[in-house]
Structure formats: structure tokens, C-alpha cells
């Protein structure tokens, strides 16, 4: 069966620092993988997606960035942290038989920027 | 841009009591439409999906919602609400980006308090 793992839980960093969130998708090949983020009051904002290796498509403006670096391994990355990179993000996985499958997310990170 | 909006920030309602929560949509072609509910401490579930076909979907837990495309919306439903599903729901559009991929949008969500 397919899983999906993220870490870490929860993340507290200082303003400026760099960030590195990973997440990894197991029993499936080549899935369309997700960045979504949750700040209080906004919902579920899509980040980042990618259909592929190297393929990343980001769909709003930020300080933040996204690396496919492996088929089922997704990463969210800063170089320098702002206070408004704060909030809880998921990292989501959907299979490519059918492209309007559901999403599978992960357990979420929640993270502090200070 | 696809866009999805849900009006209602937060609904309380008594328990028993029947419940609407309103999603309207933004999408040039027929929308694929989703219902997620996120209860707290825990992820998202999926509850119902339209794809084409009957516009009044059932999903799990007993909620439904209706597709009407006149009115660009996707409103979920329950008859009889029950505690535990006080929790915060997500409706989102699907947006196919190639054959074999979309990307999903969400609305900002509307959070249900439930009244004993």
C-alpha cells in the first residue's frame, strides 16, 4: 500500500535561518507531488507541484523554494526564513492513472518562524 | 485563474440540526470538485468527489453535496448533524495541468462548531 511520510512534526527556527522540510512517498511510482500550506485564516494554499523529476512548478510568489530531487522524494527549502513563512505544511501525493484522483496528504509540519 | 471560494469562515449549528456549507467556483471548463474535512489533530479525509454525471454526490459520514453549474457552486450538505463532525471542511477544484497530472486548489475553508 502507499504511504507518505513527512518530517519533521513541528519546527521552530529563527528568523534568517534556512529551512528544509522533506517528505517521501512510498508504493506508488512517479506521483504528482504537492506543497500546500496552511497559515490560520487562509486555508490550504498550493505552493509548489511537480509532475516529475526536476519538474517543479510554483504557483504563487515567495521566499520559499522546491526541490524533486528523486521520484518520490519532494522537498521544501528557504535560505533565510521569514516571519511569515510561519504556518503548517503538507506535503500531498496523487497517482497519475487518473489525473483527477484524490490527494493523499502527510501528517504535516508545523513550523514556528521566530 | 481557478479560484475557489467558500463565504462562510465559521457556521455553528445545533447537534440534529441540518447543515449547508457553501462553495462556489471559478473554472472555465466543466470543474472536477472535491470535499475534504480536516478534524482537529488529525489530516485531511476526502468526503466526496463530483466528476461528471449526477450532480447530487454522496459521501461518507452522510454528507452530500450538489454540482449547479448556473450557479458555479458545490454546496455540501447533512441532514442531521452530529458532535463529531465539528471540524474544519475544505472544498477544492481540480485543474488538469497535462494528461496525467492536475493541480488542486482549495477555498480558505469553513470551520463548523457544533452546539450541544
Known amino acids: 500500500s502507499q504511504t507518505i511520510h513527512q518530517w519533521p512534526a513541528t519546527l521552530v527556527q529563527p528568523v534568517g535561518s534556512p529551512l528544509s522540510l522533506e517528505c517521501t512517498v512510498e508504493?506508488?511510482?512517479?506521483?504528482?507531488l504537492y506543497w500546500y500550506r496552511q497559515a490560520a485564516g487562509r486555508g490550504l494554499q498550493l505552493l509548489f507541484y511537480?509532475?516529475?523529476?526536476?519538474?517543479i512548478s510554483s504557483e504563487v510568489p515567495q521566499n520559499l523554494s522546491a526541490s524533486r530531487p528523486q521520484d518520490r522524494q519532494f522537498i521544501l527549502s528557504s535560505k533565510k526564513l521569514l516571519l511569515s513563512d510561519s504556518g503548517f505544511y503538507l506535503c500531498?501525493?496523487?497517482?497519475?492513472?487518473?489525473?483527477?484522483?484524490?490527494?493523499?496528504f502527510g501528517s504535516g509540519t508545523q513550523l514556528s518562524v521566530l | 485563474a481557478q479560484s475557489v471560494t467558500q463565504p462562510d469562515i465559521h457556521i455553528t449549528v445545533s447537534e440534529g440540526a441540518s447543515l449547508e456549507l457553501r462553495c462556489n467556483y471559478s473554472?472555465?471548463?466543466?470543474?472536477?470538485l472535491f470535499w475534504y474535512v480536516q478534524s482537529p489533530g488529525q489530516g485531511l479525509q476526502l468526503l466526496l468527489k463530483?466528476?461528471?454525471?449526477?450532480?447530487l454526490v454522496q459521501g461518507i459520514k452522510g454528507f452530500e453535496a450538489e454540482f449547479k453549474r448556473s450557479q458555479s457552486s458545490f454546496n455540501l450538505r447533512k441532514p442531521s448533524v452530529h458532535w463529531s463532525d465539528a471540524a474544519e471542511y475544505f472544498c477544492?477544484?481540480?485543474?488538469?495541468?497535462?494528461?496525467?497530472?492536475?493541480?488542486?486548489?482549495f477555498g480558505s475553508g469553513t470551520r463548523l462548531s457544533i452546539r450541544p
Open positions: 511537480s509532475v516529475g523529476i526536476g519538474q
Open positions: 500531498a501525493w496523487s497517482g497519475t492513472g487518473d489525473p483527477n484522483e484524490k490527494l493523499f
Open positions: 508504493g506508488t511510482s512517479n506521483p504528482n
Open positions: 463530483y466528476f461528471s454525471g449526477d450532480t
Open positions: 477544492a477544484v481540480v485543474t488538469p495541468v497535462r494528461s496525467s497530472a492536475s493541480k488542486i486548489i
Open positions: 473554472y472555465g471548463a466543466t470543474p472536477y
